[in-house]
């Protein structure tokens, strides 16, 4: 399903989810929309807002954090949502003030980290130690926020920035959540034969002031996930995210600039393989 359609309720869409306003709640519903280089491919990955949905749903019930799931369940919706193709796709969820911060936890040194390391020896200005490699673990994950942008690519900004933007007091609160959560879904992901390389978080606040965990998380589209076999630092390694449809990308001649191809069968199979063998693995 590349899109929903629910009449009487205001939607908003994003690159993979349909958020559909309910008053006090919002119904999200993910779709099987799939985006690379800040574009949604025109072909859709067959069951894959049900995967993101199932990692989501396991995630909050394994880390027991705040968070703004309330049901998976269509019957608790408003009666236009009982429809079988939303089902399993679908989360009622509290309705926040979303905090405009992407908060990422990297463990290792992969993408813009990456290049940045390359340039400067930082990563969002956190100084590394010289010599590391594409890859490599890092000596301790590190908090590297960014900015969240509704079209285009999210900024990466250092801390400092990020505390003008929400205040100190809710800068170090989410920075010490952020690294709490990743460290406990790492340590996790590895007795499952996993590496979270890196992932990322989005917080929102209650009507109360309680600041909630919102969105997904740890999916393959927020995190980058190697299998623990196959892991070499000093190159990109195989993953279960979405990289597999980056490479192919890179292949074609694609400008990033104009709409992007079509995928071929054998590209989309692949890709909903990785998104299922990463589920199957992590939940058993």
Same mark, same amino acid.
């Not at 399903?1 to 709640?25: A, E, H, N, W």
């Not at 990692?55 to 396991?58: A, S, V």
């Not at 879904?185 to 499952?192: G, V």
């Given at each position: 399903?590349?899109?929903?359609?629910?009449?009487?309720?205001? +939607?908003?869409?994003?690159?993979?989810?349909? &958020?559909?306003?309910?008053?006090?709640?919002? !119904? =999200?519903?993910?779709s099987d929309r799939i985006s690379a280089f800040d574009w949604v491919m025109p072909t859709g990955i067959p069951g894959k807002g049900r995967l993101l949905t199932a990692?989501? +749903?396991?995630w909050f019930d394994f880390?027991? &954090?705040?968070?703004?799931?309330?049901?998976? !369940? =269509?019957?608790?919706?408003p009666e236009a949502f009982h429809r079988e193709e939303l089902r399993g796709r679908t989360m009622h969820v509290r309705k926040t003030q979303v905090i405009p911060i992407e908060c990422v936890a990297r463990g290792y040194l992969a993408g813009s980290g990456w290049k940045?390391?390359?340039q400067h020896g930082t990563v969002c200005g956190i100084p590394l130690p010289a010599g590391l490699k594409e890859a490599d673990k890092l000596p301790e994950p590190i908090f590297t926020p960014a900015t969240k942008a509704e079209e285009g690519h999210d900024e990466n900004i250092d801390f400092e920035r990020m505390a003008a933007i929400v205040g100190r007091e809710t800068a170090e609160d989410l920075k010490r959540r952020t690294l709490d959560?990743?460290?406990?879904?790492?340590?996790?992901?590895?007795?499952?034969g996993i590496i979270l390389a890196d992932t990322k978080f989005e917080f929102g606040r209650l009507p109360d002031g309680e600041i909630i965990v919102i969105d997904e998380v740890l999916t393959p589209d927020s995190s980058r996930y190697w299998p623990r076999e196959s892991y070499r630092p000093g190159g990109s390694p195989p993953s279960f995210d979405k990289q597999f449809l980056r490479d192919w990308l890179e292949t074609t001649g694609?400008?990033?600039?104009?709409?992007?191809?079509a995928l071929p069968d054998d590209v989309v199979a692949k890709t909903a393989a990785k998104y299922r063998e990463a589920l199957d693995r992590l939940t058993g």
């Open positions: 399903m590349l899109q929903s359609s629910i009449p009487g309720y205001p +939607k908003r869409q994003g690159k993979v989810r349909d &958020v559909y306003d309910l008053g006090d709640t919002l !119904a =999200i519903v993910a990692m989501t +749903k396991f880390l027991k &954090v705040p968070n703004h799931f309330l049901s998976d !369940a =269509i019957e608790n919706l940045e390391y390359r959560i990743y460290r406990k879904a790492a340590e996790y992901a590895e007795t499952k694609w400008d990033k600039a104009s709409p992007p191809p």
